[in-house]
């Protein structure tokens, strides 16, 4: 079949992207389903800043590439093997496929899925096959999803069913935004009621972190970023404190208003010095957790002695160290029931010419997460 698809040909232009014009609309040819594969009808995606780290090279991938990796849409077709999807059901996008078998999917860490990880590096899907090309030419998919377009096909394991009264356009948040921020406080640092909490970058994925604070009774809440805008908006969603990560003194301040830090602390602005600002306003004996994606030729300054006289930890997370098949109808259940407030952050909606354009508005912060329509 054709679609129309945003496809990535060379990384690394210099914004503005509406001029430079990184992402052009191309009509592609998609092959059906093979096994264990299904076809979906993409219905909202979300514009994340692990796309726009692809299209700026500090994520390189290889190109061509359809690009998108948040979204939500309905199974058109479903391909040999699949029984337990239809035609018409509502489903998420996961972009790390779990295979189910490897180690980390044993031991109940789907997000480290070791196929996974090596089939999104090649841009093609779990099974190694790649369904898009142009002009016979075979094109990339990006994280096994390409959901920058249409209609995708994809691996059973990448998709979880949803509730069909959830809308599509804020279902699509919860493939990665939802994922990564809320994952990152309940699962992967375990924040309890009383606790004091800072985010440090206020982008979709840092404000479900503070949603996520919340939510779990944090008892302070500390917002930091570059933006007043931003800072507006968590003080409207409930943070506490609110800094601007421009002062020179900030990580002082944060300390001086928290008694000596927080217990723990969410870098979510993929910068080395983002992170370096949330391990300091982070109190002994306090947990700093990153999931920002930093450029992965940067390093950061540390002091390991903090480490053990201070008994500090430092951890990662990935996609909020989740279990898609569990915790995304958990998300979706305390969103339906009031407690999780994601639709707030959608922005604008953006149709496909205009994708350029809209990364710019990403880049430049003064938009929180714009969602896609494809047609």
């Known amino acids: 079949m054709k679609i129309k ?11 503005p992207y509406a001029e430079s014009r990184p992402l052009t609309v191309e009509t592609l040819d998609l092959e059906g389903p093979g096994p264990g594969e299904v076809l979906v009808e993409i219905k909202a995606a979300g514009l994340c800043h692990s796309d726009l780290s692809v299209i700026s090279g500090d994520r390189p991938r290889p190109v061509p590439m359809a690009l998108g990796h948040e979204a939500a849409g309905v199974v058109a077709e479903v391909g040999e093997g ?13 972009f790390v496929p779990s295979c189910g078998h490897c180690l980390p999917c044993s031991e109940g860490r789907p997000a480290l899925c070791e196929p996974a990880a090596k089939a ?54 919860f493939g990665c935004a939802v994922m990564t921020g809320l ?19 206020l982008g ?13 009774g944090a008892e302070r809440v ?7 805008s931003k800072l507006d908006m968590a003080k409207q969603l409930g943070a506490t404190d609110v800094f601007d990560a421009r002062d020179a003194d900030v990580a002082e301040q944060v300390r001086e208003a928290t008694q000596g830090g927080v217990d723990f602390a969410f870098e979510m602005a993929g910068s080395v010095p983002a992170l370096e600002l949330a391990y300091k306003v982070t109190r002994r004996g306090g947990t700093t957790v990153t999931a920002g994606l930093a450029n992965p030729g940067k390093a950061m300054s540390l002091f390991p002695v903090t480490l053990v006289a201070e008994e500090r930890t430092l951890k990662g997370s990935y996609i909020g160290s989740c279990v898609p098949l569990r915790d995304i109808p958990r998300y979706v259940g305390l969103f339906q029931r009031g407690k999780l407030p994601v639709d707030r952050l959608l922005s604008e909606r953006v149709a496909l010419d205009d994708i350029n354009a809209a990364f710019d508005r990403l880049a430049s912060g ?8 494809p047609s």
């Open 120 to 173: 999104n590096n090649a841009g093609h899907l779990l099974s190694g096959a790649r369904r898009l090309s142009l002009d016979g030419e075979p094109v990339h998919h990006h994280l096994g999803v390409s959901a920058f377009a249409e209609a995708a096909v994809v691996s059973r394991r990448s998709l979880v069913k949803v509730d069909p009264s959830l809308p599509l356009e804020q279902a699509a948040l």
């Open 82 to 94: 699949v029984d337990d999807l239809q035609p018409g059901d509502h489903v998420v996008m996961v």
């Open 366 to 373: 003064e938009t929180v997460r714009q969602v896609l329509i």
């Open 183 to 201: 994952g990152a406080v309940v699962n992967t640092a375990k924040v309890s009621a009383g606790c004091s909490v800072a985010v440090i970058g």
């Open 5 to 15: 698809a945003a496809v990535l040909n060379e990384i690394g232009r210099a914004g």
């Open 204 to 216: 979709g994925v840092g404000l479900n972190s503070l949603l996520g604070a919340l939510l779990v």
């Open 222 to 228: 500390v917002a930091i970023d570059i933006l007043p």
